[in-house]
């Protein structure tokens, strides 16, 4: 898969909602019930960070879920890439991008969204033909301002910021344009799934999911 093949699938992928859920799991017995409230409020693509132990499993629960786009959040290697294709997932994140890493996606057919925190590094990113990137982490790195800023003489690039974003300052990302979505962990919070509130969870979702854009 080239940079471009990645990028044109990843605008699509930003493109299904205003907002993709950054999800960390605990428990993948959690995973399909998290994923049917989600996709239900109107979130279909969703990031499943491999943070914790039962990551690739929760993406083997999502992956069957109807409807639903898992993918992998938070590659940071080679391996990373192998085992998150396995498990089922469709995209994957990284909170920067290496050659390796980059390499890895492109063999492994893993369309990615490479993070990018300054304009050099997205201007390296956008040498190399990733038109879509992850802007990470937004708010310490300034927020939608810094955003927009490095959007003036970088048109070319358009982003899915996150790391800090939350209903509150959704808004000020997606009136950018060259913003396409945002993560956020909100719209799934522990307690809920802990509890398996779906319905509150597919609420939320609802909510994130209206979020002019």
């Known amino acids: 898969m080239t940079p471009a093949q990645a990028s044109e699938k990843n605008r699509a ?36 960070t491999l943070r914790t132990p039962a990551a690739l499993d929760a993406i083997r629960e999502m992956a069957a879920v109807e409807g639903g786009v898992v993918g992998a959040g938070t590659l940071l290697t080679a391996k990373d890439v192998e085992n998150a294709k396995a498990a ?46 992850k802007f990470f ?4 790195n300034g927020g939608a301002p810094a955003l927009k800023a490095i959007g003036a003489p970088i048109p ?3 982003f899915c910021p ?11 990302y ?19 799934i802990a509890n398996e509130d779906w319905d509150a969870i597919t609420a939320l979702a609802k909510e994130a999911a209206a979020l002019p854009r």
């Open 13 to 48: 992928l930003c493109l299904m909602a205003p907002v993709v859920p950054v999800l960390v799991l605990d428990d993948a017995s959690k995973a399909a019930g998290l994923a049917r409230a989600l996709v239900a409020g109107g979130l279909p693509a969703l990031e499943v």
């Open 88 to 133: 089922g997932a469709q995209f994957g994140v990284s909170p920067g991008a290496t050659d390796l890493l980059l390499d890895a996606c492109e063999a492994n057919e893993l369309p990615l969204l490479p993070g990018a925190a300054t304009a050099s590094e997205a201007m390296r990113l956008l040498e190399r033909g990733y038109t879509v990137q």
């Open 137 to 140: 982490p937004a708010e310490a």
């Open 156 to 158: 070319q690039v358009s």
């Open 162 to 172: 996150t790391g800090g974003v939350s209903l509150k300052n959704a808004n000020d």
């Open 174 to 192: 997606l009136s950018l344009p060259n913003t396409l979505c945002v993560g956020g962990s909100w719209v799934a919070p522990k307690d809920m």
